[in-house]
């Protein structure tokens, strides 16, 4: 019995970022949702970010402040434009002799064309199975663009991508999740405020009333720039950038999902077929990356056992060099 249950501790030890990520996704499917309704009550998306991210900043503050007193690095000013900028690239490791690294590239790619088929291709209209659960407001003057939408889509998943990557960059100089949430939550909130001040002279935009709009704000603050941002910190920390970004796709499946069977918007049959596509997709990058951590693993073991023999040592690293592109 205690044998089962220390089993259990390690499956879910073992996947625990794989389920926080997912939750992560889930939490951000519903911010979607929120933040549509209040900005077809009048809410200016511009004023949304910046309170967002000030009050995602100021409640994570006191957590940074003493959990990370002890252990936050000093601030450089290199440090904190990296911080401002978050523009740097990175590199996944690819072994094209093993099977596991080509599943890591052909997931990407197939989650990448689900996505691409739930943005461009429409198809029929499918037949809604039960009233909407929810009622959204929608707007009557939005019209659609669905070439404007693709083309800024894809624009946000090159930003997302590279903000991870600059993510894990960052802790390795400024290893403090807790400091570096609050920062990019503070320098962004200014950022919004100075571009919401040039580009809105309406200041009656700045007024949000205890409604719809509150409550959009206190959720895209508390759980999407704080505590979401939190948990891909420490899970960029734990399994990396590449980890993290391949949940991305799941959103769109997600989205799809609630927006059919919860909000009972119509559902047409190229959103199904990309979302299938999608989970596809990332069940392929996923077994990749996570046999190809246990290959990395017994290697170093087999180092581990091998350490007093110089001979062996030399064969296992010869035998277990992959090719690094």
């Known amino acids: 019995m205690e044998r089962k249950r220390c089993d259990l501790v390690g499956v879910c030890s073992k996947f625990k970022p794989h389920l926080l990520m997912i939750l992560v996704q889930l939490a951000y499917s519903i911010l979607y949702f929120i933040a549509e309704a209040s900005f077809n009550h009048g809410l200016n998306p511009y004023v949304y970010v910046t309170y967002r991210n000030i009050l995602a900043g100021l409640l994570l503050l006191p957590f940074a402040y003493f959990l990370e007193r002890k252990i ?17 690239l990175g590199v996944e490791v690819i072994n094209l002799r093993n099977p596991r690294s080509i599943a890591k590239i052909v997931g990407t790619l197939i989650s990448l064309g689900g996505v691409m088929i739930v943005t461009l291709y429409r198809g029929p209209i499918m037949k809604n199975v039960w009233p909407p659960l929810i009622h959204i407001h929608k707007d009557d003057h939005i019209h659609e663009e669905w070439l404007k939408g693709s083309l800024l889509t894809i624009a946000s998943c090159i930003a997302w991508a590279i903000w991870y990557i600059m993510q894990a960059y960052t802790l390795k100089r400024y290893p403090a999740q807790w400091s570096l949430t609050t920062w990019m939550c503070l320098v962004g909130g200014a950022q919004s405020a100075v571009f919401t001040v040039i580009v809105e002279h309406d200041k009656s935009a700045w007024t949000i009333g205890f409604n719809i709009d509150l409550w959009s704000i206190i959720y895209g603050g508390v759980v999407a720039s704080g505590l979401l941002v939190f948990i891909q910190l420490w899970c960029t920390e734990e399994k990396g950038p590449v980890f993290v970004t391949m949940f991305n796709p799941l959103l769109a499946v997600l989205v799809v999902l609630l927006s059919y069977f919860v909000v009972g918007e119509r559902l047409h ?57």
């Open 269 to 325: 049959l190229g959103c199904l077929v990309g979302a299938m596509v999608v989970v596809i997709g990332l069940y392929l990058l996923i077994w990749g990356k996570e046999d190809q951590e246990g290959d990395i693993n017994s290697t170093k073991e087999r180092w581990k056992c091998t350490s007093d023999d110089p001979q062996k040592q030399n064969a296992t690293l010869t035998d277990d060099l992959p090719l690094d592109l």
């Open 72 to 88: 936050r690095p000093k601030l450089t000013l290199a440090l904190f434009l990296e911080i401002f900028v978050l523009s740097l």
